[in-house]
């Protein structure tokens, strides 16, 4: 089936997604938001947010994400739940985006889809993931009071999570691949001054349990020998990795890392196609960023459509 009549397809519902759709349709553009699940995106799996400004007392991601969707959905976007974008032709005048039900049409496209987490790719990582194995510390670390975890990777992130654990944790070990880390000298003296173990030069081979996470298996990288290491949780801080691929598909340009090029117009290298949020390249990966970007998106796409005396294209 073939849906036209519309300005601006917009791809994922998480905040840069759903900001260009209050933008586009609050300046009259026909918008319609495509989601491969429900509106919120990764912001839905905070629990609390301190620094978008505004909310000075803080917003659950949950409560911001259902405002969003809800201010956008008032300003006459429409958002379409559980539709994955799974082609997009971007090569005719008018830009198309087929999901499992439907293909869509418009002039303009904004990919606003986010970044997933890098996944480690051993045994047991999917069979316990949300029973011992998380990439998120701010959202389950409260499960894990008491108890033993590891956490694996050795940049800042993996820093970060292994110290707001060691507050909640009985016991925190960071381990990582290489023989030194690459997190910021200041966290990782705060590494030691919290008494967070460092497994190095050591890799998780394997997740073990019964019907939860009991253990890993170590492979030391130098001696290529095995040992088993008994903890409650796993969690995983390797990376994130863009929600590109659709769009590289089609022709649009993505960095060594797979992350969107844009310019500071949110203009990707297919015209009348932008990108916002965490899919591009832009440095700093927050709420009020992509919120931003999405801001800047719709009002290019806006300019893309109409034409006004202004805009220079
Ligand atoms: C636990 C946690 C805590 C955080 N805390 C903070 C914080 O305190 N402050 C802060 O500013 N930021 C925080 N962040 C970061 C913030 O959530 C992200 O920067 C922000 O959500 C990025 O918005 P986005 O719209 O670019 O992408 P996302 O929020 O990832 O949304 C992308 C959406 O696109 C959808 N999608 C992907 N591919 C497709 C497809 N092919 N078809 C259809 N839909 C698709 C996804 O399902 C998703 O809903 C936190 C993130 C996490 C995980």
């Known amino acids: 089936m073939m849906n036209e009549g519309y300005d601006v397809i917009i791809v994922g519902a998480g905040p840069a997604g759903l900001t260009s759709a209050i933008y586009a349709a609050r300046s009259g ?7 491969r699940g429900i509106p919120g995106g990764l912001v839905a799996e905070a629990p609390l947010i301190e620094n978008f400004p505004g909310f000075p007392e803080g917003i659950s991601g949950m409560d911001l994400a259902e405002r969003l969707a809800r201010q956008a959905k008032g300003m006459g976007a429409e958002i379409r739940d559980l539709e994955e974008v799974i082609e997009l032709d971007l090569e005719a005048g008018e830009k198309q985006a087929r999901t499992h039900k439907a293909v869509y049409a418009a002039p303009t496209l904004i990919i606003a889809s986010g ?9 047991g990582e999917q069979e316990f993931r949300g029973r011992g194995v ?3 510390a701010v959202c ?3 499960f894990f009071k008491g108890k033993r975890v590891v956490v694996v990777g050795g940049g800042n992130s993996a820093a970060v999570t292994a110290l707001y654990l060691s507050n909640l944790a009985s016991g925190v070990m960071l381990v990582h691949r290489r023989g030194q880390l690459r997190a910021e000298e200041a966290l990782v003296e705060d590494l030691q001054r919290r008494k967070v173990g460092l497994l190095l030069n050591k890799v998780v081979k394997e997740i073990i349990g019964d019907t939860r996470v009991e253990g890993v298996v170590l492979l030391e990288n130098e001696t290529g020998e095995t040992s088993e290491l008994g903890i409650d949780g796993v969690f995983v801080q390797i990376g ?3 929600n590109s691929q659709v769009a590289r598909e089609a022709g649009v340009e993505v960095d060594k890392d797979g992350y969107i090029i844009v310019d500071v117009r949110q203009r990707t290298n297919v015209r009348g196609v932008y990108a ?4 591009t390249l832009g440095p700093v990966k927050q709420v009020g960023t992509s919120v931003g970007q999405g801001i800047i998106a719709a009002n290019e796409a806006f300019g893309y459509v109409k ?7």
């Not at 034409?307 to 294209?313: E, G, H, I, S, T």
């Open 29 to 35: 553009l026909r918008t319609t938001v495509l989601e």
């Open 115 to 123: 970044s997933h987490y890098r996944t480690l790719g051993v045994p």
């Open 134 to 136: 998380s990439y998120c």
């Open 140 to 142: 389950d670390g409260a």
């Open 240 to 242: 994130e990795v863009p």
């Open 276 to 279: 916002a949020g965490d899919v």
């Open 307 to 313: 034409r006004p005396y202004y805009y220079k294209a």
